[in-house]
C-alpha cells in the first residue's frame, strides 16, 4: 500500500447477505471518500454476497473479512493487526463490534491517527440508563483511551450510554441514520401494481404496513390484534408485514386461527438495492409497533421518504424520528386500541394521510438524508469537503 494514498479501515460486524440500508451507507461513505481521494477498506463479518459486491464495486473500495469481530479473541486480534499493517489506515471506524474491545489499543499502536466507533444499539423494553459501578467505569475508560470519537445515533442512544459515565462526555456525538431513497423518485402505480401482484394483494385494498423482524420485541403481535379492531370497521384494508423472524410461522397461524389471514400478508425479506420502496409507496399507512427502545429507526425514515404516514411507539429513538401530529402519530406500546384508533383516522381521510405523509418527506430532505449525513461524517473525519455531496447530482 502506498503511504500518500490515504485510506479509512471500516470494520462492521455484520453479515452482508443483501444490499441493506447498511450496505447503502458503507457506499455513499466510499462514494464520498473517493471523491476526496481517499481509499476505503471495509471488513465484514462474512464474505459478502454477489449483489453486495456488486453494489460496492467502486474504484476505491477493497472488501476484506473479518469472523466475528464482536468477539475479542486470539484470531479476530491476528486477523486485524494483519488489516493494520496491510493497509497501514489513517483511519478506522467501528461498528457492530462491541463498545469495549481490544481494537482500539492495536490501532493505535500501528500509527492510526484517528479511531472512532459508532453504537447502533437498541435497548430492551423498560431500561433505564444508570451510572456503571466504579470499576467499571475506570476499566472502560482505560481499554478505550485511544478512542477519539463514538457517533450515537440518536438524542436516546446518547443519553443511554453517557449517563453510563464510562467514556469522556465530550467525545461523544449524534449523528442521525440516513437513507438514500430521499434521492431517488418515489415508486408509481406500475411499481405499486407489481408489488401487490407479486404478494397477491387485491386491488382496491389499503395496505398497512411494518418493516421489521417478526418477533415480539418489534410488537408484531399488536398489529395483529389492532388490524382486528381496524377489519370489523374497514374490512377493505390488508395489512402486510415485511421481514422475517423466528416468530414468523407462529404469527401466520395465529392470523389465520382468527379469521383474518386472508387480509394479512407475511411477505419475508425483500431483499436489494430500493427494493423496499414500491412496498412503502403501496402502503396507505406504515406503522413501527416496537416493544424495544429503538436506537433510530430505519424504516420509518424510509417509509417517510416515500411520503407515506406514519403510526409509531412512543419508543427510544423513534419520537427524533417522528413529529408527532406533523408526520405521524405517537402511541404507546402494547396498546392495538389505540393503534386501531390512528390507523382508521388516516384510513378514512385520505387528505389527513396525504399531509402527514408530504410532511415527512420533507422531514427526511432536511434531517435524515445518508448524502448529508454521509458528508457530516467526513466532516467529524477532518476530511475536508471540496464538493457539496446536495451538489453532486447537479455537477
Known sequence: MRNDTPVILSVFGIDPKSVSCTVELIHEISLQLGEQGWKSVI????????????????PNVTLEVMAQPWIAGRQQAITFWRLLRRYRPRIVHLH????????????RLNGVQSIFFTDHSSRPEGHVPRRAPLWKRCAVRIINAPLDRVFSI???SYRSIVTLDIFPKERFQIMYNGTPLISRPIPGEEEQRQFRLQY?????????????????EKGVQD???????????????HFVVAGDGAFREQYTKWVAELGIGGHFTFTGTIAGAGALAPAYASAAVVCQLSRWQEGFGVTIIEAMSCGRPIVATRMGGIPEVVAENETGFLVPPASPAIVA??????????????????????????KFSLTLNVAECLDAYGIAQSVKPDLRASL
Not at 96 to 107: D, E, I, K, L
Not at 200 to 216: F, K, L, N, T, Y
Not at 345 to 365: I, M, S, Y
Request: glycine share 6%.
Open 43 to 58: 471488513c465484514y463479518a462474512q464474505p459478502p454476497v454477489d449483489e453486495v459486491r456488486r453494489h460496492l464495486a467502486l
Open 96 to 107: 457492530f463490534t462491541g463498545f469495549v474491545n481490544p481494537y482500539y489499543w492495536m490501532a
Open 154 to 156: 440518536s438524542n436516546f
Open 200 to 216: 397477491g394483494i387485491p386491488e382496491g385494498r389499503s395496505i398497512v404496513m411494518q418493516v421489521s423482524w417478526v418477533i415480539p
Open 223 to 237: 398489529l395483529v390484534e389492532a388490524a382486528r379492531l381496524v377489519l370489523a370497521e374497514r374490512p377493505g384494508t
Open 341 to 366: 384508533a390512528k390507523l382508521l383516522e388516516l384510513l378514512n381521510d385520505p387528505a389527513l394521510a396525504e399531509k402527514l405523509g408530504q410532511a415527512g418527506r420533507r422531514r427526511v430532505e432536511e
